[in-house]
């Protein structure tokens, strides 16, 4: 009996305790489990660089998802309807992914059931962006290759179905993770208090769920990388044609590849975790945890705050309204002259 509770202990070993080996320091080298760790004055240092950017870009973020609810023109347009999604995604996973950040920065440990939840929520937004701009670039091309029959297919309704259809597939994902996760056996744990922060990592338990997790971002990206390209080079053949506006379609040209960089960062952001993984098995942990600072900021905030600023300073119809919820309520503050 003990040999097969061994063996059944050592089939379900989670894949994280594999990406974590750094954690276990050999004791024949002589380091100390502080050197192993940031010291104080680092994590309050690092804390507070990517705190503060942070929390102006969810700012700017919050703005610019008010100021696409703040004229109809925005929410009788199925192209602001799609970015306000867009928005929305990123946001809740900004702030998410900085609250994941906070609570590793204090060195707080969740249990597996809280750290699950708030894991598989960010798994959810974080699949939105991808989905998201496919029907962004296909909403682009029918503008520009299909002028004439863009009202009649690009609707209120039928933009408000592919919504629908984008949620419906990124939750279909996360009640697999989800299955995959409730797999592992949890009652050979001594208690459901993690022995690690909190991450996306830490809940990959085992080969089927790490397995699952690439198979899902290739097929992803595969499908949303042909389908924004081919948007691109219909837009390319229909901007040679005397019958297309050359300025819609070298805006629209010019749309789909900003589409084509959100989609390469947000790959870079669920690749991530298996670069991580990667380097664990051979860098120490303080390294890991610079190195997972710099994915965060580049990775994960940068792609999620360039988005509001760039879309929001491209349109000539945002841009007004977002400078003014963003600047105008400054003169308010100031007293008139005279």
């Known amino acids: 009996e003990n040999h097969c509770f061994t063996k059944k202990l050592h089939l379900m070993q989670p894949l994280s305790r594999f990406c974590m080996l ?13 050197q192993s760790y940031q010291g104080l004055l680092e994590r309050v240092l690092l804390s507070t660089l990517i705190g503060m950017p942070c929390c102006l870009f969810l700012f700017i973020n ?3 998802l008010f100021t696409l609810r703040s004229k109809s023109v925005f929410c009788e ?7 306000y999604n867009l928005l929305f995604a990123d946001t809740v996973l900004l702030a998410l992914s ?11 440990r969740l249990t597996y ?17 991808p989905l998201t701009l496919v029907v962004m670039s296909l909403e682009r091309y029918v503008a520009v290759c299909y002028p004439l029959r863009h009202a009649p297919i690009i609707t209120i309704r039928n933009t408000g179905v592919a919504i629908c259809v984008v949620w419906t597939f990124s939750l279909l994902n996360v009640l697999i993770r989800v299955c995959l996760l ?30 699952y997790d690439k198979t899902y971002t290739c097929f992803v990206f595969i499908l949303a990388s042909v389908a ?48 991580v993984i990667s380097l664990a098995t051979t860098l120490q942990r303080l390294v890991i945890v610079r190195i997972k600072s710099v994915f965060y900021v580049f990775i994960f905030i940068l792609p999620r705050c360039l988005c509001s600023l760039i879309y929001g300073l491209r349109d000539h119809t945002i841009r007004p309204a977002l400078i003014y919820h963003l600047c105008g309520q400054l003169k308010l503050s100031c007293p008139s002259k005279g």
Not at 98 to 108: F, K
Not at 114 to 129: H, R
Not at 245 to 265: E, F, I, M, W, Y
Request: aromatic share 6%.
């Open 62 to 64: 919050g703005t610019m």
């Open 98 to 108: 900085q609250l994941l950040y906070i609570l590793a920065a204090c060195r707080i």
């Open 113 to 129: 059931p809280v750290c699950g939840f708030l894991a598989m929520l960010t798994n959810l937004t974080n699949e939105i962006s």
């Open 77 to 83: 347009t199925s192209r602001y309807i799609l970015l």
């Open 228 to 275: 924004i390209a081919s948007s691109y080079v219909g837009v390319m053949v229909a901007a040679r044609s005397a019958s297309t506006d050359k300025a819609s379609a070298q805006k629209a040209r010019n749309t789909l590849l900003l589409h084509l960089v959100q989609l390469g960062l947000s790959l870079l952001s669920t690749m991530h975790t298996s670069i």
């Open 182 to 211: 409730l797999n592992f056996a949890f009652e050979d744990l001594k208690s459901l208090q993690m022995t690690d922060y909190c991450s996306d990592i830490a809940m990959i338990l085992g080969t089927m769920s790490n397995l």
């Open 22 to 34: 750094y954690f276990n320091q050999s004791e024949n080298i002589n380091i100390t489990a502080e």
